[in-house]
Each structure stands twice: as C-alpha cells, then as structure tokens.
C-alpha cells in the first residue's frame, strides 16, 4: 500500500527534511440516491508557524453512479495564512478538479481508489501560471474489532494510504518533472458510527524539486471523516 521511492539518481541528491503538522476535516453529504455533496478543510503549517502555514478549502459536487463508484467536481483554494519564507514564490492557488472514485475490497480489506484532475491557476509575486495535474489515492483500512469480512461500524482501526501526483501540462513552470509528489501515509483512528471517524497518523510527502534538493516532509495528522 505504502510506495517506496527507490533511490536512482533523480532521487539521490541533497534532500531538506521539513516537519509539519496538519488538521482537516473530510465531510460528504448525501441529498438523494444520485446527487450529494463533500468537502474538505485543512490547515497546513510547518515547523515554523509563522511563515509557513496555509488554508485548504475545497468543495465540491458529486453523483453517485451506483454503491462503489463516485464522480464528483469541484473547486479548491489554497491560502496562505502567514508570510512565505525567503525561498517561497507562491502566494496562492485555485483549482479546478475533477474525481473519481472506486471503492473495493483488496485481499479482503476494504480499499478506495481516486482518480483525480487539477488544473491549477497559482500566483506568484510576479506572474501568475497555469498547469494541469493528475493525482492517484489509494486507501485501505483495517478494522481492529472484528474481522474484515464483517460490516465495520464501530470500533478502532488502522489506515494505509498512498498517493501519486503527475504534472501533465506545463510542468516547466513547476518542477519540471513528470512526477510532482508522493504522499504515504499510516494512522490509527476510531469509528464512532457509519457517519463518523477521527484519526491521528503520520504522513512522509516527498516532493521534487528544480532548482532546490528535494524535500521529505515529515507530518503529524489529524482529521474528522464525516458522512451525512
């Protein structure tokens, strides 16, 4: 579930270890059999809380297709809640995105996949650019109470996840590479009812770098799953 980055040389230079924290709440709301609605908020900051920490707001649309797949559209907004550090060129970001997602059962452990599509407006001190990204998600959950074959309602669990970010359109005013980012992530988490989870877990986002080393950040997560 988790991806190992294998150490060729694109990934074998000087590497920044930053460490941060991060709160978001993950929120879906059914209004009929085919149409409801999710959002997501989170806060972001690094080690340093006053120069480094944004918001993350993103709602969005979705139809249900059938019991295990979803698509959904959208629009998100990262904003900066505090000054940029010396080396940071972007103030903010919109986004426009499109998912899809699939939920299954892999070697018996209920998993979701996501499929998802960005195309990304960000503005910088001096210009502001336009790319577009693919991501893949990954999420598996292990239920700690009762067996996996059994209907999960309440108890504690263990999640894995991983995920996959592709520049796709102009990647040289990014990275300048095909692969933008990968985020593995493992938590432990209770599940209170059908309509709610909190978790706390750690995060590893390893981002590609162009003219600076690359990074692994080091995260601490928490965050509230609702479904109404």
């Known amino acids: 579930m ?15 270890h930053v460490f941060g924290g991060w709160a978001g709440w993950f929120n879906n709301v059914r209004f009929s059999e085919n149409w409801g609605m999710n959002n997501d908020i989170q806060f972001r900051t690094g080690k340093d809380w006053n120069t ?9 649309v979705n139809y249900y297709v059938n019991t295990r797949q979803t698509a959904s559209v959208g629009y998100a907004a ?6 940029l550090p010396v080396a940071g060129n972007r103030l ?7 998912q899809y ?8 452990m209920p ?3 996501r499929f998802r599509l960005e195309q990304r407006f960000l503005r910088r001190p001096d210009e502001t650019v336009f790319a577009q990204r693919a991501r893949y998600f990954i999420r598996g959950m292990i239920p700690l109470s009762r067996p996996l074959a059994e209907r999960f309602e309440r108890g504690a669990f263990i999640s894995l996840q991983n995920e996959l970010f592709f520049n796709i359109h102009n990647k040289a005013v990014l990275n300048g590479r095909l692969l933008d980012q990968n985020r593995a992530y493992a938590s432990v988490g209770f599940r209170f009812s059908s309509r709610y989870d909190i978790e706390a877990g750690y995060m590893n986002q ?12 080091h995260i601490a997560q928490i965050a509230l799953y609702t479904r109404l």
């Open 111 to 113: 998993t979701q996949h």
């Open 92 to 98: 903010t970001e919109h986004r426009i995105w499109q």
């Open 78 to 83: 990262t904003l900066m809640t505090s000054q």
């Open 52 to 60: 480094n920490s944004l918001l993350l707001i993103r709602p969005g």
């Open 206 to 217: 390893f981002l590609l770098r162009n003219a600076m080393p690359n990074a692994f950040t």
């Open 2 to 16: 988790l991806t190992t980055l294998s150490l060729t040389p694109e990934f074998g230079h000087a590497q920044d």
């Open 101 to 108: 997602i699939i939920n299954g059962d892999l070697l018996g």
